[in-house]
């Protein structure tokens, strides 16, 4: 079985100290960065499939956490969580973290 090694990015880690003393949400997220650790890509949905950026939704809470499989280096960039709330946040979301990885791993369009 492959581990992935998994790198936070500043805004999930901003994200993180702001959940502070939410035991509840820190316990559920560490789980899920386990199940990112051990599964890697295959935890997730393909949402970008230029970039390998996957998206891995939970049911209850309503959550979606956002993260790039860099394949060469066997890594997980993780860039963020939110709260489901509509189809047009997730695309603009989607579309946000597409400029970020141009950005962070020096990709052309």
Not at 2 to 25: C, R, S, T, V
Request: charged share 35%; hydrophobic share 35%.
């Amino acid at each position: 079985m492959a581990n992935f090694q998994i790198i936070f990015d500043d805004f999930i880690l901003h994200q993180l100290k702001k959940e502070g003393n939410n035991k509840q949400k820190r316990e559920l997220l560490s789980k899920i960065f386990d199940n990112i650790e051990d599964k890697g890509p295959d935890a997730g949905k393909l949402v970008d499939s230029h970039l390998f950026i996957y998206e891995m939704k939970l049911k209850r809470p309503p959550l979606r956490l956002y993260f790039k499989h860099i394949k060469y280096s066997n890594q997980i960039y993780l860039f963020q969580y939110e709260m489901k709330t509509s189809e047009e946040k997730q695309k603009k979301t989607v579309h946000k973290l597409i400029e970020k990885a141009r950005n962070l791993f020096s990709l052309k369009p």
